[in-house]
């Protein structure tokens, strides 16, 4: 399988900074999200973005201005698809809407397009018969700053056939990811196996009014020399993944820290529009969040 033509569903956290990975490396690429407003808004975050490449990846205008003409837009399902020979779906961390999305998708989409979930914590097996064509289905899930952290999990369902396996992982090494070959399905993946205990630990500690976000995140910078605690990871992230993450282990456990979480969360944080970095505000505020001052691991 020759890949080409890619389309991108879903303009957010990181259906955009996919886009435009792959664009910048030379793919054609077609944004598609639910309306012409929310593409506006991801054109805008594209121009952030491109600095960002400058300054981490010293990548010239000649480039960034190639990357802009290999991108378009759409927000016509069928028209966004008529051409994709892989989309890679990246719509909310909500098992129905997912659904819903697969169930309009099989019906406008050629008969060649490989379909590509970039869900965190998901199965593909979940949506496997939604999209009509469970064996050109599997998960290539990227992570947040996907020009520096150039993680491309692959991973299949049993329904997966060996020829789109192999084809996606040269297609995540083609746009400049380390390609990571998952066999069987795992909740997570490595990456989120791994992330997603902590940053629901950070979270109960803080809901059980344990300790406050910044000194839980001190603790873990300080402890660990990482860059960055749990909710400076979670900004990033975004907290509107972080609520559909809660949520759905609320429902499925009843634990009242769970459910305690999602309401703080919602309340406090979505409700008021600070949903992470993209917004300029979550747990901390930014561009220059508390945790890199330079006092602040004292």
Known sequence: MDFKNITIAGSGVLGYQIAFQTAYHGFKVTVYDIN????????????????????????????????????????????????????????????????????????????????????????????????????????????????????????RHPGTSQEVFDSVIKFAKDIGMVALPIQKEQPGYIVNSLLVPLLGAAVNLWIDEVSDIETIDKTWMVATGAPVGPFGILD???????????????????????????????EDYIDKGKLGVLTGEGFYKYPNPSYRDKDFLK
Request: glycine fraction near 4%; aromatic fraction near 8%.
């Open 236 to 266: 990033v992230v975004g907290i509107t993944t972080a609520y559909n993450i809660n949520k759905m282990e609320a429902e499925e456990t009843q634990d009242p820290l769970k459910i305690k979480a999602v309401e703080k969360l919602k």
């Open 36 to 155: 012409d407003e929310v593409l506006e808004k991801a054109k805008g975050k594209f121009t952030a973005l491109s600095e960002a490449y400058q300054q981490d990846l010293g990548a010239t205008q000649k480039q960034l201005d190639a990357t802009f003409k290999n991108i378009s837009y759409s927000s016509d399902l069928a028209e966004a698809v008529k051409d994709a020979d892989l989309l890679i779906e990246a719509v909310p961390e909500d098992p129905a809407i997912k659904i819903e999305f697969y169930h309009k998708l099989a019906q406008v989409a050629p008969e060649k397009t490989v379909f590509a979930t970039n869900s965190s914590t998901l199965l593909p097996s979940q949506f496997a018969e939604d999209t009509g064509r469970p064996e050109k289905f599997v998960a290539l899930h990227f992570a947040n700053e996907i020009w520096k952290h150039n993680t491309g999990e692959v991973m």
